[in-house]
């Protein structure tokens, strides 16, 4: 189906999908990366005010800190248990982040409780006492804030269980910002456990021209400053490939994922590219003064992008454009022309 003009709704999804996550209208959400007048990407320290609801073609995205992404949240929600219950090392907590932890659980449940009040409640007993209520999970916890083990695995375990963000803290020591504490399921080639522990510059070194051309210092610069009453987001995107939508490309998953694209180039089948989306939320946290970088993962395929002629027309001309060493380190090189010739219906 082609549509050129207006929003793609419900009603426009293909009756004859099978597969659940075909059912899902991922448009209708997608943080489309680009501004409408882009027509060249470059890096840069691209952030903005959050919980602003964004319009776009495909719909809306952005009126909360949490997208729990309507009824694809059981299906991320269950793909995340599954994650950590097999590999307990994709939670990280670094000695002296206990705290900081608390305070990211205690900042989003209540900021849930407020964003959905027909399904989620925090009950706050006011000595440190809570209970917490997410009928769409049918999580119901009681917990004491600051006692670990009143939560099942810590409290940033139990939060990643409850919202399909991968959760990332950053302290400042030394006037530099280190990555201390995370609970990590759908990185982008990269790992929680070989990035924990690291500085800005250390984390962002193998991305080509980001210190280079000063990127890492402005966003440092950015971050310390950060106020505790504004949240600012950040979008970022980058190309993946495989027959069904992966969340997991983390390098634990490497051996599950590394073949995808060369079996893609054997099989000429493009329709296996999604655009992967991450929807970055910073947010100073009020009691440890820890700051977050959590990461919403979006994916939508080359198929479904088409349905938006504009949307596939632009992101041809980015991808076609892209500078060489950012598009080898965003793993498309080999395979851009044809993503390009594919977007443009060639
Ligand atoms: C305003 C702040 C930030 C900016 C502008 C920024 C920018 C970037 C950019 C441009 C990339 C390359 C992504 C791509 O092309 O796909 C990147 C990758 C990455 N960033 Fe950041 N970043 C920021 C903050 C952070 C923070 C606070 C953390 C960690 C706590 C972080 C962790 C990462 C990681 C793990 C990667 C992947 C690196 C790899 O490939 O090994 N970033 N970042």
């Not at 189906?1 to 009756?15: K, L, Q, S």
């Not at 489309?32 to 320290?45: G, K, Q, T």
């Not at 609970?183 to 210190?211: N, R």
Request: glycine share 6%; with cysteine.
């Amino acid at each position: 189906m082609t549509i050129t003009t207006g929003r793609v709704g419900a009603t426009d999804r293909d009756p004859s999908d099978r597969d659940a996550t075909a059912r899902v209208d991922h448009l209708a959400n997608l943080p489309w990366p680009f501004p409408d007048e882009l027509e060249e990407f470059r890096y840069s320290v691209n952030v903005e005010p959050a919980r602003i609801p964004r319009a776009t073609r495909g719909g809306e995205w952005g009126r909360h800190i949490v997208d729990l992404g309507g009824r694809e949240y059981p299906m991320i929600m269950a793909e995340r248990r599954r994650i950590l219950d097999a590999d307990p090392h994709r939670v990280k907590v670094r000695p002296g982040m206990e705290l900081a932890c608390w305070d990211l659980l205690l900042y989003y449940l209540r900021d849930l409780a407020l964003s959905n009040p027909g399904t989620m409640h925090l009950t706050e007993y006011g000595d440190a006492r809570f209970h917490w209520r997410n009928d769409l999970l049918g999580t119901d916890q009681y917990f004491v804030l600051g006692v670990d083990d009143s939560v099942p695995n810590g409290p940033l375990d139990f939060l990643a269980r409850e919202v399909p963000d991968d959760l990332l803290l950053v302290i400042e020591r030394d006037g530099h910002l280190y990555f201390d504490a995370g609970a990590v399921t759908f990185a982008a080639a990269w790992s929680v456990s070989f990035d924990v522990g690291m500085d800005m510059y250390e984390i962002h070194a193998p991305v080509p021209g980001l210190t280079r051309q000063g990127i890492v210092a402005r966003a440092e610069h950015f971050l310390r400053r950060l106020p505790a009453d504004q949240v600012y987001r950040r979008v970022n995107w980058t190309l993946s490939a495989s027959d069904s939508p992966k969340l997991d490309v983390s390098l634990e998953e490497l051996p599950e994922w590394a073949d995808d694209i060369p079996q893609m180039l054997r099989d000429r089948d493009f329709d296996r590219v999604h655009l992967r989306i991450e929807l970055e939320h910073f947010i100073r946290l009020p009691m440890s003064g820890a700051v977050t970088f959590n990461i919403r993962t979006f994916m939508a395929s080359l198929a479904e992008i088409r349905r938006i002629p504009e949307w596939a027309g632009q992101l041809a001309t980015v991808i076609e454009t892209l500078s060489e060493p950012i598009a080898a380190y965003k793993g498309f090189l080999e395979y851009r022309d044809d993503v390009v010739a594919h977007l443009r219906g060639q």
